[in-house]
């Protein structure tokens, strides 16, 4: 199993920048993708951004050009730094990642996990 641990949260004003990590740890061969996502009250879970192994990035358009997603392969540690926060960006971060670990079977498993969440509260 693989065990995501997300810090970095906090209560930020509007204008300003915090930024996340979250360190994969566990059995695992590889991690894969890894994303953040976020989910602000009465509100569904939503995509924030995703990065794959080679650094290729995704972006919500609500984020774009005011968040960066980056990782550490060798620590499996992903980061989002948030700028020009807004009131709007308040919710529950939560980390996501792909990986596969090897089977009994001789081979591998993909598999999916969620960190518990970090909460960043942003006042206008």
């Known amino acids: 199993q693989v065990q995501l641990v997300e810090s970095g949260g906090g209560l930020v004003q509007a204008g300003g920048s915090l930024r996340l990590s979250c360190a994969a740890s566990?059995?695992?061969?590889?991690?894969?993708?890894m994303g953040w996502y976020r989910q602000a009250p009465g509100n569904q879970r939503e995509l924030v951004a995703t990065?794959?192994?080679?650094?290729?990035?995704n972006y919500a358009d609500s984020v774009r050009d005011r968040f960066t997603i980056s990782r550490d392969n060798a620590k499996n540690t992903v980061y989002l730094q948030m700028n020009s926060l807004k009131a709007e960006d308040t919710a529950v971060y939560y980390c996501?990642?792909?990986?596969?670990?090897?089977?009994?079977?001789?081979?591998?498993?993909?598999?999916?996990?969620w960190g518990q969440g970090t909460l960043v509260t942003v006042s206008s």
């Open positions: 996501n990642a792909d990986y596969i670990r090897s089977n009994r079977s001789g081979g591998f498993t993909r598999l999916n996990a």
């Open positions: 566990g059995t695992f061969f590889r991690v894969n993708a």
């Open positions: 990065i794959l192994v080679d650094d290729r990035t």
